[in-house]
């Protein structure tokens, strides 16, 4: 992914989980984000004013209509820290790859 905010990185991983899903064959997606602001621009509460977010919003929107249901909730991040700390490792083990 290269350098990227943490909403660009929220907005990505949904994506890709909703790409991953439909070809699975999925229905009832329910995702639990840590960004309380993408949360609430997924459920359609705040505008996307980056436009950055605005496409990957737009992919998502599309993405999301194709499914009988997709349910974004916000986890405070101090109720995420086990995910947190997987996704750090895999982060720190990738930035060591490319040094």
């Known amino acids: 992914m290269g350098k ?3 909403n ?3 907005y990505s991983a949904v994506l890709l989980a909703l790409q ?3 070809e699975l064959g999925g229905a009832e997606l329910f995702f639990f984000l840590d960004s309380e602001l993408v949360v609430k621009q997924l459920n359609g509460e705040y505008r996307v004013k980056d ?3 605005s496409q990957l919003f737009l992919k998502i929107y599309n993405l999301k209509i194709k499914f ?3 349910v974004f909730k916000h986890v405070r991040r101090e109720q995420n820290a086990e995910a947190d700390a997987v996704v750090n490792g895999i982060l720190d083990e990738n930035e060591k790859k490319i040094k």
Request: charged share 25%.
């Open 51 to 53: 436009q950055i977010l």
């Open 8 to 10: 660009q990185a929220e």
């Open 4 to 6: 990227v905010t943490n």
């Open 20 to 22: 991953k899903c439909l």
């Open 68 to 70: 009988k249901k997709v």
